[in-house]
């Protein structure tokens, strides 16, 4: 754990100094495609090959790799937003009590507009602790009440598990939404990277009429094509933080069955309801091998007539969302995504 503290303390240093030191200091950039990252993303890139909570795959233990990431998320996290307050509590999950945390954030008088967020994680990893910063800023820059859902993860729970939890979740939330202060005409659904991916689900769900619809979609860095047959994941396959192999191991702890993978609560990209998706903010990052399956669904949802807005985010990494507390540049694109949503309630 002391190693984790020291990471995290020094990459809070290292990527506030000014960009002419940081690209120094990263080294000879890559470029691909006529672009390179950030100077912080190519500072993370170094330091991530150090990182033990970013590899589970290769580490071996699990156990080891879930205690590393929550509490790398819960200092990264650290000091965001404090004027937000928070309220633990659970939800009965179909398959037994999981965790809710509340964000709260001042001078926003009930009943708020809310959404329910979903963390990254691979399907694996992750929690609410993880994504505590995340959620900070969201509630305080978008002047919503966030609700914080924990799910239950693979390899103990594989699909649909997650995708049954997050369908579950919004409409407890939604059933619920007087209690917590929420006004349900403006409650959204919104995750990362596989949170992304649930938040999709239960977008899609609610399209087929199988709960109420979400008033907007916030995806971010979404998973969306468990084939992984894409483009950018040839070019970023190896050493843009998340690698190929890492996001295979990944896919394969959660869809345990390779005829699976093109489900369309597996691979949103697939699902054919898109009349009467809620408006969407899908954010990609424009290196990370998730990208072109984010674009993708993005395209999709625009051609059906969905409202839609897309940001490619060039220089980032993926997982800019549990990255807000320490990277400037992870922060600017969570704070944009903030502004979407808030926009996107006040015109629901």
């Given at each position: 754990?002391?190693?984790?503290?020291?990471?995290?303390?020094?990459?809070?240093?290292?990527?506030?100094?000014?960009?002419?030191?940081?690209r120094?200091?990263?080294?000879?950039?890559?470029?691909?495609?006529g672009r390179?990252?950030?100077p912080?993303?190519?500072?993370l890139?170094?330091v991530?090959?150090?990182?033990?909570?970013?590899?589970p795959?290769?580490?071996?233990?699990?156990?080891?790799?879930?205690?590393?990431?929550?509490?790398?998320?819960?200092?990264?996290?650290?000091?965001?937003?404090p004027?937000?307050?928070?309220?633990?509590?659970?939800?009965?999950?179909p398959?037994g009590?999981l965790p809710l945390?509340?964000?709260?954030?001042?001078g926003?008088?009930?009943?708020a507009p809310a959404?329910?967020?979903f963390?990254g994680?691979g399907f694996?990893?992750?929690?609410?602790?993880?994504?505590e910063?995340?959620?900070?800023?969201?509630?305080?820059e978008?002047?919503v009440?966030?609700?914080?859902?924990?799910?239950r993860?693979?390899?103990?729970?594989?699909f649909p598990?997650?995708?049954?939890?997050?369908?579950?979740?919004?409409?407890?939330v939604h059933?619920?939404?007087?209690?917590?202060?929420i006004?349900?005409?403006?409650?959204?659904?919104?995750?990362?990277?596989?949170g992304?991916?649930?938040?999709?689900v239960?977008?899609?769900?609610?399209?087929?009429?199988?709960?109420p619809?979400p008033?907007?979609?916030?995806?971010?860095s979404?998973?969306t094509?468990?084939?992984?047959?894409?483009?950018?994941?040839?070019?970023?396959?190896?050493?843009?933080?998340l690698?190929?192999?890492?996001?295979?191991?990944y896919r394969?702890?959660?869809?345990?069955?390779?005829?699976?993978?093109?489900?369309?609560?597996?691979?949103?990209?697939y699902?054919?309801?898109?009349?009467?998706l809620?408006?969407?903010?899908?954010?990609?990052?424009?290196?990370?091998?998730?990208?072109?399956?984010?674009e993708?669904?993005?395209a999709?949802?625009a051609?059906?007539?969905?409202?839609?807005?897309?940001?490619?985010?060039?220089?980032?990494l993926h997982g800019?969302?549990?990255?807000?507390?320490?990277?400037?540049?992870?922060r600017a694109?969570?704070?944009h995504?903030?502004?979407?949503?808030?926009?996107?309630?006040?015109?629901?």
């Amino acid at each position: 754990m002391l190693l984790v503290r020291s990471i995290m303390i020094g990459l809070r240093w290292l990527l506030r100094l000014p960009s002419p030191v940081l690209r120094v200091l990263a080294g000879r950039p890559v470029v691909v495609d006529g672009r390179q990252p950030v100077p912080t993303a190519r500072m993370l890139m170094r330091v991530s090959r150090f990182a033990p909570f970013d590899a589970p795959h290769q580490n071996g233990s699990l156990a080891r790799a879930r205690t590393e990431l929550n509490l790398a998320g819960a200092l990264a996290g650290a000091g965001i937003c404090p004027g937000v307050r928070t309220r633990d509590s659970g939800w009965p999950g179909p398959g037994g009590p999981l965790p809710l945390r509340r964000y709260e954030p001042a001078g926003v008088p009930a009943p708020a507009p809310a959404i329910v967020y979903f963390h990254g994680g691979g399907f694996v990893l992750g929690g609410l602790d993880t994504h505590e910063g995340a959620c900070r800023l969201l509630a305080e820059e978008a002047g919503v009440r966030v609700v914080s859902i924990g799910y239950r993860l693979a390899p103990e729970h594989p699909f649909p598990a997650a995708a049954s939890d997050a369908v579950a979740a919004f409409a407890f939330v939604h059933e619920h939404a007087g209690e917590f202060g929420i006004d349900p005409a403006r409650l959204a659904v919104g995750g990362d990277s596989s949170g992304g991916n649930l938040a999709a689900v239960v977008a899609h769900a609610a399209a087929r009429g199988e709960l109420p619809r979400p008033a907007f979609s916030l995806l971010l860095s979404p998973a969306t094509d468990a084939l992984g047959s894409s483009e950018s994941h040839r070019q970023f396959g190896s050493g843009f933080r998340l690698d190929r192999d890492e996001w295979a191991w990944y896919r394969d702890q959660y869809v345990r069955d390779p005829a699976l993978y093109a489900d369309p609560r597996a691979s949103v990209l697939y699902d054919d309801a898109l009349e009467g998706l809620p408006p969407t903010y899908v954010a990609t990052c424009g290196f990370d091998l998730l990208r072109d399956e984010g674009e993708a669904y993005a395209a999709r949802l625009a051609a059906a007539g969905v409202p839609l807005v897309h940001r490619r985010h060039e220089g980032q990494l993926h997982g800019f969302a549990n990255r807000v507390g320490i990277d400037p540049d992870a922060r600017a694109a969570m704070v944009h995504a903030a502004g979407v949503l808030r926009a996107g309630l006040a015109l629901g």
